[in-house]
């Protein structure tokens, strides 16, 4: 499927209604421009200027190091940006399910690591017929189970795929996500899959250190520290016993908070085979103004070094909503809800806004979004606010993921918010 | 567009991986049995009896109170559906926003309260061109403050409309949403209107009586009769003027929690001119095991004379994951997360599960869902849990708007979970 090819008008959300069909290709020649009111409101925009200062900065942090990158496509289910990652030097795509690794395959992503188990009979099925058909297609999952890998195993051969599946084993720790919880059970986890070579083969070991629980940096840092080195005596202990495929050992882990810590780490974990170390970090491309930029924060606390790598990270991503209402003293209620943004970490925040015809956008201080309806956003304001009905607000957010998802188009805007392109997301 | 005729594959999620692609008419002859595993989990469904049952008991109630019925279609934007509303008898569809009524308008409904302000330039030519082109559109809209019907004469006026623009002169309360907050100020707004007769027609009062705050029931419940006490003067006001268009005065009101007292109190509103009433409930069609429960239960209390009126409103929407993990004692890891399930209200409530090739599905108590990632759940267990790895749970939810959005399509299943067809959402 060619994408650009791809026939857009207003059944996206973000575009005008009663726009004539075009091709993806040429959104950015409709003369559109945001800040003219072209454009439906809410909309969620891109900065394209954003875009290219993230990715510079992980191409820097990925050449010091010396790492490979599988970016986490869930963050935007957005093949453009995948492409974009590929051509940045990215070794694969994360994917986090098997619908997911279907849509990458139609967009010609050839190495996918499902950061996930796979458990079903149909998904089983599919990645059996696709790496039989395609001998480049090269795909991997986890397993952290026993019982994983029975289902696993019986739902393989009943598919007969023509070469092995690969997998990674997945360590995790006590009150985390999946992942085996310790040596001994990784080892007997690691020996199931060792003891049928003609179905899956062992690729590596794979953990997630974004999701530990603690009660504050220090203490979920020291659990990040234990985490990794539980993966290395696991990495050491199946090396000894000789379950590892040939070739590279892969060591998977990094999100997209502690990254730096899990490059360190697993960089510190002294293999005798050659290893690969594959980041997954999904969110680093449009950054965000709330969780991403304090995350990012406090990795140049812990990272101080890499501060002058390369220009920080920006946020890439934007919502823009008009003032519909101004009901009572200190409140406006404006067109941007739960169906447009993630709420699922902070509200959007509001940090500019606009008047049509005028000079801005303008900075906005002291404005804060205390509530969200499906379709409403109820902001406070503070005695002097200058928003007006039909005044124009910028939000940033806090998580890609959630608000991507709330999004089948964005538009790509330069900095003075002319529509210069789209991308398409299919969740 | 012919729905039925759209074409399905796997890049709806919810259709197993590698499905050769085929009419949604033909949804139901796949073969596919959801407890025999062939849907890739997560998976939504609806379950057919439990719509006919509550589309039977909003038919009952319209018919006992005599009141018109225009569904918020933002609950699901799903065509589908809004036709089987329409042929119960529905009155139009009720939008939040242009691009609803764009999709609404692609899908034949030609009856569309839009329940917002309508403020942007091309959102006002959009509505301008249509109801100029198509003498059976019936399009409404809502006014709230000067400022907003300004904009609106402009942009109408720019676009020059053969026949004016249908509007509802909006009322709310302090501390609510959007809403002229006293007389004098709706007044004010409806002598606008009334000043460009060839632009605008003031077809009736609306409110919105679903989110006002307080601190129990009983105050927010009192806040609810002064908001309808508020709908009423005005409404008399405006008829003591003249101001309304010719024929019956248009009423609007009822969310999906308190449309029995909506009723009460518009049936309540003494006009002069014939009234025609129109309630707004999206959400009774599905319902949920939470907040539309709950809000049930409430309705109950208030209004014990409709509980005889027909079967009472059964959730009808099931979200079903499967458990990849149990790393700890008393956790599951579930294939479900916010990518899946609305969790503004509360997170998904595990309700069954079931073991392909068992005698499920079986009820499931004492399990918790206590956190949710963008593709994870966390589900607390008690020590006798039978969930094991490659276990199906099947989880209610609360609020289906926030869960219909996070699907394209959604299987209907019968009671033995055949799927016997699709609908499809277009958000």
Redesign the interface.
Known sequence: MMLEDMEID??F?GI???TAPFALRDMGRQGWNLLA?????PAAVLRRSALDANSGWMRAFLAQTGLSLAPHG?TSMCPQLFHRQLADGAWGVTA????H???YR?FGINRILMA??L?????V??VA??ISRDPDFDFYCLV??L??VD?LVRHLRAAAPTRPLNVLLEV?Q????????SLEDALAVAAAVASVPDLLSLAGIECYEG?LPGSDDAAIEARIAELFALMGQVARAVEMKGWFRPGPVLLSAGGSIYYDMAADAMRAIGLSSPVQIVLRSGCYLTHDHGWAQRAWQRLLERSPHLAGLAPAPRPAIELWA?V?????PGRA?V?L???DAG??IDLPMPVAWHRIGGAGPLLLTDHRLIGM????G?LSLPDDSPL???DMVCFGISHP??TF??W?LLSLVEDDYRVSGGVLT??
Chains 1, 2 share one sequence.
Do not use: M
């Not at 009111?37 to 409101?41: A, K, N, S």
């Not at 458990?119 to 998904?123: A, H, I, T």
């Not at 006590?174 to 919880?181: E, F, I, N």
């Not at 519909?324 to 009572?328: F, G, K, M, V, Y």
């Open positions: 207003d059944r959300k005008p209604a009663g009111g072209d454009l439906p409101l869930k986090a399910n098997i619908g690794a279907t849509t139609r996930n188990q458990l079903s009979r149909p998904d099925a599919w017929a696709e952290d189970s019982d994983g289902l995790g006590s009150g985390g996500r999946t992942g085996a919880r999701i008009y519909q209402s101004r009901p009572d209620i067109t809800g739960k169906r709420t699922d309806n499906d379709q409403h109820y007006r009905v039909g993921c959630t998802d709330k089948r299919f969740f």
